[in-house]
């Protein structure tokens, strides 16, 4: 349906997101293994890998620091030794526009990481082969189900901490 002036009413605008940096900001692999002496033998190793996610604002317009940072450990699955473990704190710079400020945060928790998850894996692959291990090649991470899980554990916390004042 048009208007009186004869124009259609404008489409929402879309969300825009633009990469403007990408970079490591933190790394650490230890090859506790190698270190001890231990043989990898056959085992397959037990592998847990934590994630964390941190956005904060920086001093641009519409520019936002977002940051995943992994723990993967790997332990042998029968004795629980350490093989190896590693810490990776993977930064991207974004410009973000035409986000709803009560949506942004989730934007950036959600799509952002999302955005960067192929080159984190990438470079997670290329360090443990680097490292003498085969390469481990991260399953893909549902950063939804991560935010949602962060939202639900502080409002159990938040509650929590309502009952223990009461």
Known sequence: MAEENGAAPAAPTPPRMQVLAQFIKDMSFENI?????????????????????????????????????????????????????MELEYTGIFHVENVPEDQLHPYLMIECPRMLFPFLRRIVSDVTRDGGFPPLNLETIDFLALYRNELARRAQAEAAAKTADA
């Open 33 to 85: 293994a190698a270190q001890k002496g231990l043989g990898e033998g056959d085992q397959t190793p037990d592998i847990q890998v934590q994630v964390n996610l941190d956005a904060k604002k920086r001093g641009d317009e519409n520019q936002f620091e977002v940051s995943t940072k992994l723990e993967v450990t790997a332990k042998t699955t029968g004795e629980g030794k350490p093989i190896f473990l």
